[in-house]
Nanobody, 114 residues
Framework: QVQLVESGGGLVQPGGSLRPSCAAS????????MRWYGQAPGKQRELVAV???????NYADSVKGRFTISRDNAKNTVYLQMNSLKPEDTAVYYC????????WGQGTQVTVSS
C-alpha cells in the first residue's frame, strides 16, 4: 500500500509552465514505476509520462520535448515539469505507482487558458 498526494496544478496562460508533484508515503525505491496520466473533460485517462525503477523515461508523443518526469528519492516525490503549455493540456493530472498493484493519487487540476 502506498498513499499518493498530487499538488502543484493551477491556472496558467498558454506558453506557461507548471511543475506538479506526487508525494508518496513510502520510499520510491520499492516502486517499480511511477506514471503520470492526464484526463481531459469528456476523455479517457491517458498516459503522459513514465519513469521505471532504473530511471528510464518515456512520454506521450503530444508532450515530448515539453514535459519532463523526474524524481527525488530523498523526498519520496516524483515531478512533472510542464513547459510550453497548450490549452489542450488542460486536464486533471494523476500519478500512479506500480507496486504489487497500481495505486492512484487524487489528481491535480491543470488549466491552460488566456
Amino acid at each position: 500500500q502506498v498513499q499518493l498526494v498530487e499538488s502543484g496544478g493551477g491556472l496558467v496562460q498558454p506558453g506557461g509552465s507548471l511543475r506538479p508533484s506526487c508525494a508518496a508515503s513510502r520510499s520510491i525505491f520499492v516502486i517499480k514505476a511511477m506514471r503520470w496520466y492526464g484526463q481531459a473533460p469528456g476523455k479517457q485517462r491517458e498516459l503522459v509520462a513514465v519513469m521505471t525503477s532504473d530511471g528510464r523515461t518515456n512520454y506521450a508523443d503530444s508532450v515530448k520535448g515539453r514535459f519532463t518526469i523526474s524524481r527525488d528519492n530523498a523526498k519520496n516525490t516524483v515531478y512533472l515539469q510542464m513547459n510550453s503549455l497548450k490549452p489542450e493540456d488542460t486536464a486533471v493530472y494523476y500519478c500512479n505507482a506500480e507496486l504489487d498493484l497500481g495505486y492512484w493519487g487524487q489528481g491535480t487540476q491543470v488549466t491552460v487558458s488566456s
